[in-house]
Structure formats: structure tokens, C-alpha cells
């Protein structure tokens, strides 16, 4: 007898293990893991899959579990035919009492080694969520995407990648991070160059259309883009960093060299602007948040690399910060600059770093204006 507790999340009832993560990166506390926390990141695949507007989407999501994002993708997206695949027999009668639960024929339970079912067939939209890192996982993930296919990789090894353990970034992810106040854009970056080349070792590129960090985890969704010109403009937007603690000044550099020390990260863009926009909150689980994020999304300078913080600004110039709201307005009355999602006290800009100090030495409250 499947034992457990049914909860709903967003439109979708689920049968889920009475114990369960609802906190943090999780810990396994059932034979089969569940996280509730997670439901924002299961919303965004749904309103991600929904903005498309795609006839059909076959989807698999490869590391099911419960078949939590699975079973809401069939039961809120219309048009989707999905493989809810786990490696552990234990998942596969969660998968099929939530297929169940929901009445769906439009999603199947699958019980196989991701590496054999990427090597067997092949989806327009293929998702990862490992416990841990992902990197072991990309390159099956690659041969199971369709052309113009999409794949979706978490992370939740926020530690390696944010620079907390270095040593295990270098090892796993070939990059060197940056601590400080941009360590979780540059963990988000160093998990899409992996990406990248990952995919150009099939001649293959990527357009990001979102990529963020949230709670403990990075998240990244990349158009697939075919061909050699595709993949070498991919690999034109990895490159390398500098960052002085003594002026606050960052660079970048294409190759690695004394002073562009920190990577390699992916340069380019994080979100596509314009499946943003089609991005719809409605009738989701955490719908506040959602909201919220797509706002964020939505206006961040994505384009502009390595986010500066007010609490950097206000150690630097050992003065008070000022309200962000004020910071912003000067901040646009001289250049372009905007809130970034990674941090409530963070923003990007296209003023130089000089620019930004004096801006925000005149807001202070303790400039005496």
C-alpha cells in the first residue's frame, strides 16, 4: 500500500511522502525525495512551457521523483506529452498514482537510467533536477533535445559554484569562482558556460531564455540553436573576469590572463526578453512570487555582467546607504540601471564603477544635502 500525504499545488493534486523536505537545498527523509519549497521552480516550468505556444511538446522530465513537475506540467500545459522518468523503482508508483490522481493520459511513467533513455529517444523540452550538481547529467541531457529543442538544468551545489568550495568548482565545473557579493551571478554563469560547452561538443549553441538563482538553487532554460555559427557565437560569450576590492572595478576579458584570473562564465545574456513578456503568473502555486520575479526578470539589465550591491558601495565608501528606490532614480538620471533578482540589495548598471561610487556617495544620507 503506497503510503503518503495528498497536498495541491498549483491546479494539481499530488500524493507526496508524509516526510518531506519543505525547506533549504532538502535532505532525503523518505526513499523517494520531495521538496516543497521547490513549487516556485515547478511554476516556472509551467509558465515557461505555457509561453511558448507551441502546437505539441514532448517533454522529459529525467529525475522525477514523485513526478511532482511531470504530472503539473501535463495537468497545466496544454499540448505536452511528458515522460516522468526516475532510475529508483521506488518512484515509479508515486508517478502513476499522480498520473492517476489527475486523470491524465498524457503522461506516462518511465523507469530507466537517464543516460539510456537520452540514448533511446529524443524530446523537445528536456529537464534535469538532480540532488546536487548537474554536471555528470549535461552531456545525456544534450543528446536527448530535440533540434530547436529546450533543456533545463538545476543546480542546487550552491556551495562549489558560489566560491564557498572552491577547490570542488574547479574539479567539477573547470571554472574558478568569485566569493563576495556577485558569487551567486557568477555560480549562475559558471553553470551556463558548462552548458555551452557541453552542447558545442555537438556543434550545437544556446540562446538562454531564463536563468536565475532562487533559495538554494540555480536554474537554467537554453534554446537550443543548431549548427557551427550557432555554437561559436555561444562560445564567444564565455570569457573571463577581474575584480580590484581596491576601486571595485570589474573586466572582462576572452581569455584567461594574470589579471582575468576568475572563471571562465558565460558573458552573454541570462533571459529572452520577449518569452518573458508572454510569461502569465495566473493560477499558480506561489502566484505573489511569480509576479514578483517576472518584474525583476523582466527589467534586469541582463546584458550587463557582474551586479554591484549597496552593501559593497556602503563598506567601500564607509558611508550609509541610501533607500534603494532613491539610489535607482540618481543612478537613471546619469546612466541606465535597474534591480537584479539575485539580491534586494543589489542592481547592474551601464555606468562606469567611478560613476557608480559618486552617485552613491551624493545619496547617502550622509553626503549632508
Known sequence: MLSGVEIKEGRTRLLVP?????HGPGTRTSDVFFNRQMAFGRDVS???LKALERNTVSVAD???????RAVRVANEVKNTTVTANDADPKAIPYIDYNISLNSLSNCVSSNMDMHVLFSDQSFDYVDIDPFGSPVQFIQS????????????????????????QAGKCRRKYQSEPI?????????LRILMCVMAKELAKFDRGMKPLLSFYADHYFRVYAQVEEGADA?????GQIGFMHYDPATLKRSTSEYPDVRHSKGP?????????????RMNAESLEDEKR???????????????????????????TKMSPPKMDDLLDALNAAGRAAPTHMSPTSFKTDLETEDVISVYRESSPDSGK
Open 62 to 68: 529525467a529525475m522525477s521523483a514523485t513526478g511532482s
Open 18 to 22: 508524509e516526510r518531506h523536505s519543505s
Open 46 to 48: 509551467v509558465m515557461l
Open 231 to 235: 555554437t561559436d557565437r555561444s562560445l
Open 265 to 277: 562564465f558565460w558573458l552573454g545574456p541570462l533571459h529572452d526578453k520577449a518569452l518573458l513578456g
Open 179 to 187: 566569493r563576495g557579493y556577485m558569487c551567486h551571478e557568477g555560480g
Open 141 to 164: 541531457a544534450v543528446r536527448g533535445c530535440k533540434k530547436k529543442g529546450i533543456i533545463a538544468v538545476t543546480a542546487t551545489d550552491t556551495a562549489p559554484l558560489a566560491g564557498a
Open 290 to 316: 511569480c509576479v514578483k520575479m517576472l518584474r525583476l526578470w523582466r527589467n534586469e539589465l541582463d546584458e550587463k555582467v557582474f551586479l554591484y550591491d549597496v552593501s559593497e558601495l556602503s563598506s567601500f
